[in-house]
T-cell receptor, first 114, second 108 residues
């Protein structure tokens, strides 16, 4: 079946640095990918919708200059957390929409900013 | 505005005790209703997509049904490994809108 892969699964970075998370659809092409953030014991919070070849659409309250999203190809979207701070520590999850089919999620990436 | 409400928030069952999880929704132009299972610290795992009222899908001990206002996830004779958070989401114009989830615990 369709698989979405995220990398890295875990990352620790120093405050003030930037970190990139990759989301790949492994056996299908995804014109649309979504990025979520999840806090402990809460549901997924949509951050932005990533469209291949165009600018991402950010949800209200999400800083586009802080969370840079690039959908470079039909199988790859990246989320870069710039100038990370401890409050950015969270579980980040991507999903990819297989056209005519369903929406699959990656395994998630744990970000810890120290 | 699209909305999804799941109930109960948490459910504890004994192994073998069947039950149902509820997902009530309002959406403009339903393109799909999705059920996912999420284990702690992992991404959601796809279970089912339902597209129209009256549709039903089954997978092992799980069965999902859909009406115009709600969806049920029925679990029959559950096992401890079915313990997880079950998420319901609806897709309207574009994005998925998630419910808060139901944390299901199956005691041996």
């Amino acid at each position: 079946g369709a698989v979405v892969s995220q990398h890295p699964s875990w990352v620790i970075c120093k405050s003030g640095t930037s970190v990139k998370i990759e989301c790949r659809s492994l056996d299908f092409q995804a014109t649309t990918m979504f990025w979520y953030r999840q806090f402990p014991k809460q549901s997924l919070m949509l951050m932005a919708t990533s469209n291949e070849g165009s600018k991402a659409t950010y949800e209200q309250g999400v800083e586009k200059d802080k969370f840079l999203i690039n959908h470079a190809s039909l199988t790859l979207s990246t989320l870069t957390v710039t100038s990370a701070h401890p409050e950015d520590s969270s579980f980040y999850i991507c999903s990819a929409h297989e056209i005519g089919n369903t929406i699959y999620f990656g395994e998630g990436s744990w970000l810890t900013v120290v | 505005e699209d909305q999804v409400t799941q109930s109960p928030e948490a459910l504890r069952l004994q192994e073998g005790e069947s039950s149902s999880l509820n997902c009530s929704y309002t959406v403009s132009g339903l393109r799909g209703l999705f059920w996912y299972r999420q284990d702690p610290g992992k991404g959601p795992e796809f279970l089912f997509t339902l597209y129209s009222a009256g549709e039903e899908k089954e997978k092992e001990r799980l069965k999902a049904t859909l009406t115009k206002k709600e969806s049920f996830l029925h679990i029959t004779a559950p096992k401890p490994e079915d313990s997880a958070t079950y998420l319901c989401a609806v897709q309207g114009a574009q994005k998925l809108v998630f419910g808060q989830g139901t944390r299901l615990t199956i005691n041996p």
